[in-house]
C-alpha cells in the first residue's frame, strides 16, 4: 500500500525561530531524521511506495535522500576503495516528492496529492513525527474487514496533568492523571479509502472535515493502542526520544528487533 506523510508544516513548537531551522521532521533522532524513523515503521512491513507531502523547508528533506548515505546505519566493507553494503535500508524504496503548499492544512495537502493515489482502494497516511511499535498489519486487516471510509489509531493522553474532582465546598475528593481518564486522542497511523476526498473541501482538513464527516455517516473506525506511541511536537519530546535511543531503548525500530 501507498504511504502518504504529512512533512510540510512549520513545526514552531520545535523550532527555535530562526529562519535556518530545519522542518520538524528533519530533527535527529540518533543519526537519523523523524521521517526515516517513520518511514523504516512501514517498510519493516513491506509498505515501501512512499508519498511526501512537502511545504515548509522542503529542500532539506529532499537533500537528504538525493545525498542519502547509506553508511550511516548500514554495515558495509571497504575494498579497494570500494565501498561495498552489507545491508541498505531505502534501495526497494520509491518516494514521490510533491509540493503541497507552504501553509495549507493537512486535508489540502492530501487533496493535492490524490493523483498520486489513482487506482488505491485503501492507502496509508500519517504525520511524519510520530513513533510507534504499533501492529500496523492488525491495523490494516481490521479496517479492511469493515466498511469504513477512514481508520485513526487512537492513544490516550500523553500528558502529564491531573484532573480533579471537587465536591460542594472545594473539597478535593479525587486525582486522577489524565492518561487514565477514559479519553482517546489522535494518534495518526491512518488507513483511509477514496471515500475521505468526498469530505474534504477546498483548504479544508483530514481529521476536522474528513474523518468528522465519515464518523457522522458511522464509517469511522478507531484502532485503540495503550502500547508504545511518542510524538514530537516540542523539543523536549525529540531530545527526551534521542536520549533513549542512545540508550539502546528505541522500542519502534521493529526492523531491528526482527532482525
Not at 50 to 66: Q, S, T
Not at 171 to 186: A, E, H
Not at 241 to 257: Q, V
Request: glycine share 10%; proline share 6%; net charge negative.
Amino acid at each position: 500500500m501507498k504511504v502518504v506523510l504529512f512533512c510540510g508544516g512549520y513545526g514552531t513548537r520545535m523550532r527555535s525561530g530562526t529562519p535556518g531551522d530545519v522542518p520538524k521532521p528533519m530533527q535527529l533522532v540518533g543519526p537519523r531524521p523523524l521521517i526515516w524513523h517513520v518511514m523504516r515503521y512501514y517498510a519493516h512491513f513491506g509498505h515501501t511506495e512512499f508519498i511526501l507531502c512537502l511545504g515548509y523547508g522542503a529542500h532539506h528533506i529532499k537533500d537528504f535522500f538525493l545525498n542519502y548515505q547509506e553508511t550511516t546505519s548500514n554495515d558495509f566493507v571497504l575494498r579497494g576503495g570500494q565501498v561495498e553494503l552489507l545491508s541498505t535500508d531505502i534501495s526497494d524504496w520509491s518516494i514521490s516528492f510533491v509540493q503541497t503548499g507552504i501553509d495549507s492544512p493537512i486535508g489540502e495537502r492530501l487533496r493535492r496529492v490524490r493523483e498520486h493515489l489513482d487506482g488505491e482502494e485503501m492507502f496509508l497516511a500519517n504525520y511524519a513525527d510520530v513513533l510507534t511499535d504499533a501492529p500496523l498489519p492488525e491495523i490494516i486487516d481490521r479496517f479492511a474487514a469493515s466498511d469504513a471510509g477512514a481508520s485513526m489509531m487512537v492513544v490516550p493522553p500523553a500528558e502529564t496533568f491531573h484532573c480533579i474532582e471537587v465536591e460542594d465546598g472545594w473539597s478535593v475528593t479525587d486525582v486522577t492523571p489524565v492518561s487514565k481518564m477514559p479519553l482517546w486522542v489522535n494518534g495518526g497511523y491512518f488507513v483511509l479509502r477514496q471515500d475521505v476526498f468526498d469530505h474534504i473541501p477546498e483548504n479544508g482538513d483530514l481529521v476536522g472535515d474528513g474523518c468528522v464527516g465519515l464518523a457522522k455517516q458511522g464509517r469511522m473506525l478507531a484502532y485503540p493502542y495503550r502500547g508504545y506511541w511518542r510524538p514530537t511536537d516540542t523539543v523536549k519530546e525529540r531530545v527526551a526520544l534521542d536520549e533513549a535511543y542512545s540508550r539502546g531503548e528505541h522500542p519502534w525500530a521493529l526492523w531491528e528487533r526482527d532482525a
